[in-house]
Every structure is written in C-alpha cells, then in structure tokens.
C-alpha cells in the first residue's frame, strides 16, 4: 500500500529530508517518553542515545511531536531540548492531536498519535517502549488504550518490549485478536513483559528475523489490510527484572493505588512511580535498555523493507 | 477529504439542491426525534422551527429520512408533515438502513445513519439533541449504540448536549476515547449532562468557538482521519435541569424499570417517560431547547467550514 | 463497490479462473470446516458435497485456503485431497494471514480470513457453517472472535446458520448492531440457533428470497458502507435438534467444561466433542445439512448478484 501525500503540511527534520530523498530506512519515535517518561536532563539523553542506537544501526530517527501547530516529522536538537524542559506538554492520541494542530498548540506523541504522524510521512516502522492496552478492571472501567485500535487500522509495524505488565495483557491480547492485529514475538514463544523478558501467556505469532518481519509487512499491505503489526521484541535477558521478582512488587503498587483510592487516569502515573521506587530504579534503567533494544530492531526492521519492493 | 459523489442516488429538497450548487453552508438534522421523540404535532412544530433556526444562523436545514425507499436529504414541509403523522417508521442505524433503502422501505435516521447520509451529501455538520452511548449495565449487556462507532469513522462533525444522561457516560467516554473520537465541549470545562449543563465529568478537549471547532474538523480531515468530531454544547443555564435535581429522578426512573423488569430495547422509552412525567414536562421543554441551541451552533460552524479550503 | 484488483498474487483454480473470465457466479467457502471440523475422510467427501451442491445450483464454488505461502481462490481435487489430510494446518484469521503467507505456510481460513481472500478476488458471497462471535464469559475473558469485526468493514455477504450455540449469542447481537452489520434472517423473524431452527432471540432485520438479499448487498456498497451482511438461514425444519432437546446438553456440557477447568481455547473443541458424543452423532449430522443448506441459498444470491449492476 502506497501512502497518499499527506494534505496536511509536515514539517520534516533536515535529517529525515535527507533521508526522503535517497529513499534511506528511517524508523519513527515517539515523544510522550521525553515529556512524560522521566526527567530532564535524563530524558534528553535517553532521546539522544536512542537516535543514535538507530543511526549506528543504519536508518535515521525521526522522533515526532507537535510543535505550535506544527506536525514535525524528525526533530533537531534544538527542538529535542526544548521539549525535553518544556512543561505541561499536552499527551496526544488520535482523538486530540487534530484539535492541538489546529490550534497552534504543542503535544507529544503517543503510540497511536506517533503511528498516525509515521503513516502521514511514509513512514512504516516505529520503535517505543510498550504500547497501552486493556487497563486492570476495564471490565467494569472500560478503560481502553487508543493504541489497540489504532494498530487495528494504521499500517505501521510498531516494536515494543510487550505492553507494560501492569496492564491486563490477557485481555490486551484478545483485544488485538479480536481487531486482527498480529502479534509477533522475536526469537521466543511467550509473549515478553516490558520489564521481564517472559511471561506465561503464548505469543500468538513468533518471528526471529528483521527479513521475515519486514515481509509480513509487505504482505499485510499488499493484501489491503489497513492496519500495523504489533512486534514484541523482548528485552535483553541480562537487563530485564524477572517476572517472579517483579509479579510482588507490581502487586504492591497496585494495592497501595487500591488502599489510596488512586483511581482512573491517576493510575499509571502512581503505579510507574512506586515500581521505579521499589525497584531502587531498576524498572527505568531496564525501560531505558529495552526502548534500545527495540530502536535497533526497528532500524534492521526499516533497512529489510528498503529492499523489499512494495 | 473530499467525498466522493455517492453511488446511490439522492433525493434532494429544492432548498438543499440550490445551496449545494451556491456552495452555502448546510446543517443535517436527523429524523428519529420527529418520529420517535415527540408526539403529533408538537414534533412538526419542533422540527420547522429547528429548521427555521438554522435559516435565522444563516444556513441551510437538511433534514434527513429514506421515505419508500429514496434517501431524502432535505425534506420539503409536505414531507415533514408526513413524516410527523406516519405510523410504524422503521428507526434507522448503520446496520439496516441499506436494507430499508433496498426494499423500498420507510425509517426515520438516528446519529449514525444521519451521519451516513450527511457524508454521502457531502454535508460536514449534523445537529442532534444527544448522541447514544454506552447503556448502564453494558458490561454484562453489551449494549453500547452505534453511534460510537459511526463518530470513529464517518467524518461528519456533530452537536449534541452530551449523551442522554441516562446512560452510563463515563463508560461512553472511555469508549470514545479509544476509539480515536474528538470530544470538545463549548464554553466550559465539564461534559454536559444533557439536560442540565454541566456534570462531575471532565471533558477531554474544549474549544470555545465555531470556528477553531471547524478548523479542527478541516485539520482532522487534512491528516486523513476518518471519523468526525462530537461538540458538546451544554443547554442554556436558563432552561437546564439542574443536574442535582434531576439525579434522584433519574435514579427513581431507573429503580421504577427495575423493579418492573423492563429490559432491553424497551429501556430507554420507559425511562424518558417517566422522567417527563416526574419532571411534568420538563424534560421535553428542556430537550427541545437544546435541539434548538445545538442547531444554532450548527449553522455557525458549518458557515464557518464554508470560507475554509478543503 | 468496485474492488481494487489485489497487489497480491491470487492462485485461482482452473474452474474459478473461468467462471471470472465468463462472469459467473461464485461462492466462497471457508476451510477450517475441513481441516479442524471433522475427521477424514469425512471432511473431504463433505467438502466435494457442498462444491456440487453450489455447482447443482447454478454457480462456481470457491474454496479458500493458503498452501505453502500461496492463497488460492478455488482448489482442484488434488488439493482438496491433500488438505483434508493435512496435520497441524494453522487455523487462520485477519492477524495471521499475512505472515503465513509471508512465511511460505499452510493454513486453513476461518470466517474472518475467508472474507478477506474473497473479497480481494472479488467475490461478494460465501457459504460457512456458522460464525464465531462473543464467547460466554467474554465479559471478563474479553474473548470475541475477529469474524465479528471482519463482518463490518468487508463487503462480503455471509451466509451462516446463525452464531454457534455455545457462544453467548444475545451478546453476539449486540456487538454486531454496534458494529453496525446487518443481521438478516431468511423465513422466519427469530435468529435461528445453528443446530436448532429457532430461537428466542428476535431476528433484528428479515428478507425472504436471495433476490431481495442480493439486493440489499449492492445498496450497502452504492452507499459507500465498507462491511458485509450476515443472512442468517436456519437450518430445514427436518435435519433440525429442537432447542429444548440441545439447551441441556448444551449446559450439561458447559458444566463438564467447568467442573474438567478447561479454559481458554480448549472450550470450543471440548464442548462441539461432548455435544456430539451427548448427541449421539447426530450434531455432526445437523452440521452438515446446515452447510449443505447454506451453499444452495449462496449460490442462490450470487446468481442474483450476476444479474445486478455494480
Ligand atoms: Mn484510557
Ligand atoms: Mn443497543
Ligand atoms: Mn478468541
């Protein structure tokens, strides 16, 4: 599937101008884990070192964010810094990022927001951390992430470590059955768990090399589907938190949100918050190691489908 | 995004086929209220001065209907009057409405299937009294409206005071939110409750006038988004229910269909009867002022869409 | 509605290349019911059955099914042998269609798949047994099969003896009226039960003859609705298991499933294998006459689609 030309101005980094240009592998990033993922200076080094894990891998980052009103496919250090110290950044999502456009505001980019900002600029591949999923208790809740569906229907191969474990990844894997997105797992059978490298759920789709990955893509695009594919690539053994050490600590948190009534978008935020305090930081270098990990898949990911006509 | 011209052919008033061809603004209005939410006549006294209201905001009404089998896009008063004194109407959504059209059928449009007719149209704005939603008790139900799902995916911008608050409207924002929907309330911080003009609950965007909300439906459709926007326009303070005096009625109207075992389909009349009754009348004075107000927003921001390029 | 010629290759078999080439009518069929349905040799010769049966009816029967990374459209009596006594074929579905097609794979297609491969041949009608749908419990498990979502973004008309009994059909109902898919049902106003005729369950939409249907199928597409039809066809009153005789086998076998903790995928085999031993065969009988039953009334409306200007 060819990408119209967006009729919406993008404003492309010179980097990823270049990289338009002579048709090189580029691989999208989000922005929200610089606005809200950790703090500054940390995130702005974090952003840099994950530009360059893609470059060293041989394709070229084009982080995304919206910047007064601008749709900005690739950022310049500059403009790297200033987001990583700005405050009170909007988190966008497919529901908002029309209304921040249009009123000249500036937000970050979520998972699903970042896969429709790559789509608009021909982008196909995407490295983050995890993606949102089905939030513990939505059966009463119906607390959703707009990401499941946006992989539903945005045809961007998203790499991520998993959803983060503190999600109902069950019931996150059913929804994406349900949608028809494909679930592939890198180099294992279980489905990893964003701080862990394993799990006890099945991995419904397992895939261990860039070529076969990028492949799939093609097919799926040449076959009409509209949506992504949803990567699972786990995090390197010797960097992850074991799942039995972490299942406790993630119990406690969650209790400790229950016992203080910390409730809907509260949640997250509180749960990430005492894990990084449990873990003694922990939890964020191993988020730190696995957003790597995945942007240099994605560059081996992005370089394969050069190669492959579409 | 520019529609392309409907495969099904149109039936269109005189007063609809002349601003199409001069390029004025056009509002949709949905027919189920005339059918369905009054009785005879005080529904054709509704319907001509709602269509009156938007001429007085300088646009044009275009109210919609599939009378024996053609899809109306404007009615003229003779079809009004006929439509306000038919009996048995079929109530149409996205499910059946071709099936109505293809047998030659009668049926009044709800949100969504207005929202199909507006677009085939090529009409951009539809104002309504509430949207449907996420029915209380769905998540053993699973009764959650279309018109959820219609707003994700037609791209038609739609006034409405909110859902009816007799559904589960939390639950009805989670379900827009993941489903990638604009909610954008006028004029307060609040999702509006309906009848009364504010609510406990926050609303995820707010823009304050017609034209930043038409701009934003330009910028949606620009990014190739393909759903619309839902505007939340709270009722006139001076004509709200407050929504402390509603909730015991509301909560009364519900325990009422309980105890009685009303269920299903059959919900929904029972409780906006009994919540006319207990208010004497009321709520119908109140529902019919806020039709008339979400009409008048209507016309402003589709004359608004009319002097911004496609 | 028009379909864009597929960007992926398509194995046609020689009777179905020639019935494209002469403009006949065509029926797909799915190929999980040979491969995960019933034993061999059984699968085959009721596979060779319902191809005649289309063919005695006056159209061209399309199985569907992907050999070692090749998706045929029609398979030749080789091939049908062949699959029928295939081990461990994958039982495909919109996530995983692509990378086993990427990957050089086998897999026989459920409804979803079935859908997506007819409709990239273009072709409009298929036959199936009965579709997946929501699974009792799903308000917890989450667990809905992806053919309720392909019903409504595929322009494919299916014609099925309703959802299979042992899913929570009334939650079927409702997630395809959210979803916006017509449910039509043919002779009678009560969606019928698979095995069993009737149901108590209201029929939301009914029609009578294929003509009717077919037309209504070209009305959806005139209207630029992407989704399909689900025509619900009850299976004939002779071949029937009343439903007060299956409703306590069916509940007997859920209980057995309960009491044996099978969970998760493990239920539909293990409950179709205890109806059928409950049944004394005779479920497997009602199946098959099911199916028979189906095909005779697709190649009905394909014949009428033939006649029927796109
Ligand atoms: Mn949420
Ligand atoms: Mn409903
Ligand atoms: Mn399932």
Same mark, same amino acid.
């Given at each position: 599937?060819?990408?119209?030309?967006?009729?919406?101005?993008?404003?492309?980094?010179?980097?990823?101008?270049?990289?338009?240009?002579?048709?090189?592998?580029?691989?999208?990033?989000?922005?929200?884990?610089?606005?809200?993922?950790?703090?500054?200076?940390?995130?702005?080094?974090?952003?840099?070192?994950?530009?360059?894990?893609?470059?060293?891998?041989?394709?070229?980052?084009?982080?995304? &964010?919206?910047?007064?009103?601008?749709?900005?496919?690739?950022?310049?250090?500059?403009?790297?810094?200033?987001?990583?110290? &700005?405050?009170?950044?909007?988190?966008?999502?497919?529901?908002?990022?029309?209304?921040?456009?249009?009123?000249?505001?500036?937000?970050?980019?979520?998972?699903?927001?970042?896969?429709?900002?790559?789509?608009?600029?021909?982008? +196909?591949?995407?490295?983050?951390?995890?993606?949102?999923?089905?939030?513990?208790?939505? +059966?009463?809740?119906?607390?959703?992430?707009?990401?499941?569906?946006?992989?539903?229907?945005?045809?961007?191969?998203?790499?991520?470590?998993?959803?983060?474990?503190?999600?109902?990844?069950?019931?996150?894997? +059913?929804?994406?059955?349900?949608?028809?997105?494909?679930?592939?797992?890198?180099?294992?059978?279980?489905?990893?768990?964003?701080?862990?490298?394993?799990?006890?759920?099945?991995?419904?789709?397992?895939?261990?090399?860039?070529?076969?990955?990028?492949?799939?893509?093609?097919?799926?695009?040449?076959?009409?589907?509209?949506?992504?594919?949803?990567?699972?690539?786990?995090?390197?053994?010797?960097?992850?938190?074991?799942?039995?050490?972490?299942?406790?600590?993630?119990?406690?948190?969650?209790?400790?949100?229950?016992?203080?009534?910390?409730?809907?978008?509260?949640?997250?935020?509180?749960?990430?918050?005492?894990?990084?305090?449990?873990?003694?930081?922990?939890?964020?270098?191993?988020?730190?190691?696995?957003?790597?990990?995945?942007?240099?898949?994605? &560059?081996?990911?992005?370089?394969?489908?050069?190669?492959?006509?579409?």
């Amino acid at each position: 599937m060819t990408t119209a030309p967006s009729a919406l101005p993008l404003t492309f980094s010179a980097e990823v101008a270049k990289a338009r240009e002579s048709g090189a592998a580029i691989v999208a990033l989000e922005s929200t884990i610089i606005t809200h993922g950790m703090p500054y200076p940390q995130n702005l080094e974090v952003a840099r070192q994950v530009e360059q894990d893609i470059r060293d891998a041989g394709a070229v980052p084009a982080t995304i &964010a919206v910047i007064r009103g601008a749709l900005h496919i690739g950022l310049d250090d500059d403009q790297l810094s200033d987001l990583a110290q &700005a405050k009170d950044v909007a988190k966008l999502s497919r529901a908002d990022m029309a209304v921040c456009i249009a009123s000249g505001g500036t937000g970050a980019t979520t998972v699903a927001a970042t896969m429709i900002a790559a789509n608009l600029a021909g982008i +196909e591949v995407f490295a983050t951390g995890g993606i949102g999923g089905v939030h513990k208790g939505a +059966e009463e809740s119906f607390d959703i992430s707009a990401d499941l569906m946006e992989l539903a229907q945005t045809p961007v191969t998203v790499i991520a470590a998993g959803a983060k474990a503190i999600l109902d990844v069950p019931k996150t894997l +059913e929804v994406l059955e349900t949608q028809g997105v494909p679930v592939i797992t890198v180099g294992q059978d279980s489905f990893p768990a964003f701080w862990s490298a394993g799990s006890e759920l099945q991995s419904p789709l397992r895939l261990d090399d860039a070529g076969a990955i990028a492949k799939a893509h093609r097919t799926r695009a040449a076959m009409g589907l509209p949506g992504g594919q949803l990567v699972a690539n786990p995090i390197p053994a010797d960097e992850e938190i074991p799942a039995a050490e972490l299942a406790p600590i993630i119990a406690q948190a969650q209790s400790e949100a229950d016992a203080q009534g910390v409730h809907g978008k509260g949640v997250t935020p509180f749960l990430l918050q005492r894990i990084f305090e449990l873990t003694e930081g922990r939890s964020l270098t191993a988020n730190i190691a696995l957003v790597r990990n995945n942007a240099r898949l994605g &560059a081996k990911i992005a370089a394969n489908l050069v190669n492959l006509p579409r």
